[in-house]
């Protein structure tokens, strides 16, 4: 028999039941021994914690007599949580203690005195009943700092598959607002979701050899192949898809919790709840939406569920169950193109807000989503594997377009601002460049809409250069002209400019906090800037001028000022890295460098970011920086000392760039991000005679794209081979 599924569960429970049955002597009055929990459930996974009651009628020697029976447990490495109570003592903490109160409603009996076990059970059950809806305050509470502690399961890469929400916790509650009356919580949709869970559970148990509830990286494979899916990616999906469907039930067992207090609440005889007018056949009835009685009919208009779920959008209000499942049933499908009532339907729907996750997430549960857009099944709790992504690729799309409405006024196509956030990385999952391979799917998508030709051009346009602003601004010397007249023709126009603008940054904002940054923003910011007079009047950039401070002082000379570290030293070799190196020591990442030589003096110019929050002390960091801009190499030396190796992943890169710069060629590195990497790879590329005359370093979750100017046309292979060959060992090493 398999070890994993309910057979293999419920197998476990009956081999324990017949154990511990053994450990409570037999005769023993007024005495029974209780299973709550997994055990109490009969769900037992391989590595599962006991979770025991000894009740009792007051009998002495209660305390020996318990003894004797977790001993044995704990023998056996069996991990316990037992109490020892009488039924009064029980039924007390459970009215202090709402999740002791909902645990007891697993409670079986096991052992002893029948009769005790079922008083408990009983009296559990009624008081669960009559004081569930006066608890809920604080099962929202404990639930909502669980929540906020554990993240949402649906959307994490190694999420907690017990504790987070849309987990077997949260199944839990669903069952005790069951038990009490308060909504049908668990239906078919649920307990299967629960029964998935629990086999990742089991999987998950045999995998590491413990208990553990966290799904993490390493194990995914083997749990997938346990569980007969493709491959680790499948797992997240099926995790995820399960989780969204228990999260969901949850928020409607809120609501009908909420419902049924208020319609207690209501004074006798204020008669049904009133339904108000919200929008063209939508009403609000009892806190949610429902459709007006004219709606329904023999031929409902199609766009009638985008424009209801617009509506609920907008109001912040839910849409009713059986609403959705009327929409689900009886709306028909989308004719091609859109009418006009849907085409605005869904600008309005996405421009909702902090409405529309909510409200997206409930059209997605009951099926309105796959008919509005076919595409979306592929997509749906699709994994996005670099840790600065937050969310499943649906889930970040809607949360971009949610993110974009901050951004609408101050574009002249707000609504063409908000399809291409909600479709720019429609092209994730397929081979090749997103970017590139989305386009046209974005196109296809908006042309069904009802956009005209050159509508559809631009949306296509926005999605294959919606990466263009973030990475040009990270990676490129934005004082180049060349920087600023490559991005200009790549935009066109400043209507293309600003939605790309505005679009970069609701993208980076939805993926999450390591994706966006002021320090971002500002250089987005000013390469906007330069491109829109560019575009306007045909002007580029000048090379900037040093600041005179470091031109005319006496040598060496430091300047700190924020995040601006800038310096003069006699010109020489291995400037820049033995700079980088001191910073690095003083636990401050840099951003960007600029090299200036002026006759003698050569000029270097830094921005940084500390690494762990805490800015650098001046007085140390500037002593250490002159003694390094006066050729003493101790300080990197120490750097040099540090080094071990970096983590486990993919191999570093290199990928050269050509005719991106006015006097130069670009050498991006692409490696996993590591202190002191910047010191070490300008450190190689100087050893080797290369003339770095700007820096470029962009960080993204564990990863880094360090862009380094070389000055000369580099068109020797050999050299660039060394050179590379340099660079990859330099960064293959933390």
């Not at 970069?504 to 966006?516: E, Q």
């Not at 310096?567 to 890295?577: C, E, I, S, T």
Request: hydrophobic share 45%; aromatic share 4%.
């Amino acid at each position: 028999m398999s070890d994993i599924g309910a057979a293999a569960r419920s197998a476990r429970a009956a081999a324990l039941d017949s154990w511990l049955a053994t450990l409570l002597p037999a005769g023993v009055p007024g005495v029974a021994l209780v299973a709550v929990g997994g055990l109490g459930r009969r769900e037992v996974a391989p590595f599962s914690d006991l979770d025991l009651v000894l009740v009792h009628a007051g009998v002495t020697g209660v305390a020996e007599l318990a003894s004797s029976i977790w001993y044995p447990i704990w023998d056996a490495k069996h991990k316990l949580d037992h109490s020892v109570r009488t039924v009064d003592e029980a039924l007390a903490v459970a009215a202090e203690d709402v999740k002791a109160a909902l645990g007891m409603l697993d409670a079986r009996h096991l052992a002893g005195d029948r009769a005790l076990s079922d008083r408990l059970i009983a009296e559990s059950a009624d008081q669960w009943r009559r004081t569930a809806v006066r608890d809920l305050d604080a099962l929202r509470e404990i639930t909502r700092a669980r929540w906020d502690a554990h993240g949402e399961l649906a959307y994490l890469l190694e999420g907690d598959l017990k504790e987070a929400s849309g987990g077997l916790r949260d199944v839990t509650i669903l069952r005790g607002m069951g038990r009490a009356g308060i909504a049908d919580t668990m239906r078919p949709a649920v307990r299967a979701a629960n029964l998935h869970m629990l086999d990742v559970r089991d999987a998950l148990h045999l995998a590491v050899g413990r208990r553990v509830d966290r799904l993490v990286a390493q194990e995914r494979p083997a749990v997938a192949s346990a569980l007969g899916l493709d491959d680790g990616d499948a797992l997240l999906r099926r995790v995820s898809g399960d989780a969204r469907t228990v999260a969901h039930a949850v928020d409607d067992a809120w609501r009908a919790a909420d419902r049924l207090r208020s319609g207690r609440r209501r004074p006798l005889g204020a008669g049904p709840p009133v339904r108000r007018p919200v929008a063209r056949d939508v009403v609000e009835h009892d806190g949610e939406l429902v459709l007006a009685r004219t709606a329904i009919g023999p031929r409902p208009d199609p766009s009638l569920s985008l424009r209801v779920a617009a509506a609920a959008a907008v109001a912040r209000l839910p849409i009713a169950r059986a609403t959705c499942e009327w929409l689900a049933t009886y709306c028909p499908p989308l004719p091609a193109p859109w009418p006009e009532a849907a085409r605005s339907a869904l600008i309005t729907l996405l421009g909702a807000g902090s409405g529309l996750p909510a409200t997206w997430e409930t059209c997605d549960r009951y099926g309105l989503v796959d008919g509005w857009l076919p595409e979306w099944a592929r997509m749906r709790s699709l994994p996005q594997h670099n840790p600065v992504h937050r969310y499943t690729l649906d889930r970040h799309l809607v949360q971009a377009a949610s993110e974009a409405t901050a951004f609408t006024r101050e574009v002249d196509r707000p609504d063409l601002l908000l399809l291409a956030a909600f479709l720019h990385d429609v092209g994730k999952g397929l081979p090749g460049d997103h970017s590139v391979v989305g386009a046209p799917i974005a196109a296809g998508i908006a042309e069904r809409i009802g956009y005209p030709p050159d509508e559809v051009a631009l949306i296509s346009r926005l999605v294959r250069l919606h990466l263009l602003l973030p990475e040009v601004a990270t990676r490129r010397d934005l004082g180049d002209p060349v920087t600023i007249s490559r991005v200009a023709d790549e935009v066109r126009d400043p209507l293309t400019l600003d939605l790309l603008h505005a679009l970069a940054r609701a993208d980076a904002i939805a993926t999450g906090p390591a994706a966006w940054s002021d320090w971002k923003g500002r250089l987005i910011g000013e390469l906007v800037r330069r491109v829109r007079t560019a575009l306007d009047t045909g002007a580029l950039p000048r090379p900037a001028e040093p600041d005179p401070a470091l031109l005319d002082a006496p040598l060496p000379v430091v300047h700190l000022d924020g995040d601006r570290v800038a310096v003069a030293a006699a010109d020489r070799r291995g400037l820049l890295a033995a700079v980088a190196g001191c910073l690095s020591m003083h636990r401050l990442d840099v951003l960007s460098a600029d090299v200036t030589t002026v006759g003698e003096r050569a000029v270097l110019e830094v921005r940084v970011v500390p690494r762990y929050g805490t800015p650098a002390e001046p007085i140390a960091l500037t002593a250490d920086l002159r003694r390094v801009l006066n050729g003493d190499v101790s300080v990197t030396q120490r750097l040099r000392g540090r080094a071990v190796r970096t983590r486990t992943g993919a191999a570093p890169k290199v990928v050269w760039h050509r005719d991106v710069a006015t006097d130069a060629v670009v050498l991006e590195v692409r490696a996993a991000d590591s202190p002191g990497l910047l010191y070490r790879v300008a450190s190689v590329l100087e050893d080797a005679g290369a003339s770095v005359r700007a820096a470029r370093i962009s960080t993204l979750g564990g990863d880094v794209v360090d862009a380094f100017y070389l000055v000369g046309a580099w068109t020797d292979a050999t050299k660039r081979d060394r050179v590379e060959a340099a660079v990859l060992a330099a960064a293959a090493h933390a």
